[in-house]
């Protein structure tokens, strides 16, 4: 019975900690041209978004 708790603790502690991971892999959108995001396959949808461009490479650094 306590090694049936003891490894369901220890799965859920590693749950925790391996869930958040594939959103913290992902790395920011640089183009070096404007870019539109259209709503469909194709430039007569609509634009939903924009990606502005980018002159300079980016920091990665967070300070």
């Not at 306590?2 to 913290?24: D, E, N, T, Y």
């Not at 070096?32 to 300079?56: C, E, F, H, I, W």
Request: proline share 11%; aromatic share 6%.
């Amino acid at each position: 019975m306590r090694k049936q708790f003891i490894g369901a603790v220890l799965a859920g502690m590693i749950a925790v900690f391996v869930a958040p991971s594939p959103s913290l892999a992902q790395t920011p959108a640089v183009t070096s041209v404007t870019v539109n995001l259209y709503a469909g396959p194709a430039g007569d949808y609509p634009v939903m978004a924009q990606l502005p461009a980018v002159t300079r490479r980016p920091s990665m650094s967070s300070a």
